[in-house]
């Protein structure tokens, strides 16, 4: 990243703090720790039956359900900009492609994300999030190309400590951009503002994260390939629930112990 990107990137960064009216809980009061850009993202979203994913995600963190369904979405997209707070974006590292699988539950009631699992084009950026983050990262071959608002994703993980996975989908923008509106579906899936893990001892960790209210598009997608959740034994059945977002800035903090 040139310096001057790097700069506005940061900026950008550190602004998103004096815009929190639509979070759902106060800021966290200790410093953030790492700040993030996600650029080109799609959100490929399936609902499934809460059975199949009992099965796989910690009893101590509970599903959170709507509608009685609970639901697994796929998210592939570029990091840019990625580093440490009062630091800018090093050179060449900041910047990888990522794919997540993740579903929804809630903690004492904060609605958040667990993470099935997290491939990424980076060893560096892999390693330091299972040691920091305590989270299922996987190292993948992964190739983004975009032509015009169309985004073509590939992905291969190659960590030989994980089940084969593979993901090559085309996606694109089909709609005006917009804001989910609470209560709608859109808003659901998206405005989630935590994670959670599992530390060695089985306590539960919440990570808090931060970033405006998601600017959201309507997409259309061509899935060629799709076995990211065969790992974890899930089938993902009909069209998927599908938005794009063209960028997205965020900062995160340390996990701490849910008290």
Not at 15 to 27: D, N, Q, T, Y
Not at 42 to 56: G, T
């Amino acid at each position: 990243m040139r310096p001057l990107a790097a700069v506005e990137t940061a900026r950008r960064q550190r602004g998103v703090l004096s815009e929190v009216a639509h979070r759902p809980w106060p800021l966290p009061s200790r410093p953030w720790l790492m700040g993030q850009s996600w650029r080109g993202l799609a959100f490929a979203h399936w609902n499934v039956d809460p059975a199949a994913l009992e099965r796989v995600v910690p009893p101590q963190i509970p599903l959170d359900l709507r509608d009685g369904r609970a639901w697994i979405g796929i998210t592939p997209f570029r990091v840019e900009g990625l580093r440490l707070r009062n630091t800018l974006p090093p050179p060449v590292v900041s910047r990888f492609e990522e794919a997540n699988v993740r579903t929804y539950v809630n903690v004492d009631g904060k609605p958040g994300i667990y993470f099935l699992s997290l491939d990424a084009a980076s060893r560096a950026a892999v390693a330091a999030a299972r040691r920091s983050y305590r989270l299922p990262y996987f190292h993948s071959r992964m190739r983004m190309d975009e032509d015009a608002s169309r985004v073509r994703f590939e992905a291969k993980r190659i960590s030989p400590d994980g089940p084969p996975a593979r993901l090559r989908i085309g996606y694109e923008p089909a709609g005006e951009q917009f804001a989910a509106r609470p209560g709608t579906l859109e808003h659901w899936l998206t405005e989630r503002y935590c994670l959670y893990t599992l530390a060695e001892d089985g306590t539960v960790q919440r990570g808090e994260i931060h970033h405006p209210p998601w600017p959201l598009q309507p997409a259309r997608a061509t899935i060629f390939e799709n076995t990211m959740t065969e790992g974890v034994g899930i089938e993902l059945e009909g069209e998927p629930v599908l938005h794009f977002s063209a960028l997205q800035d965020v900062v995160l903090w340390a996990i701490e112990p849910v008290r």
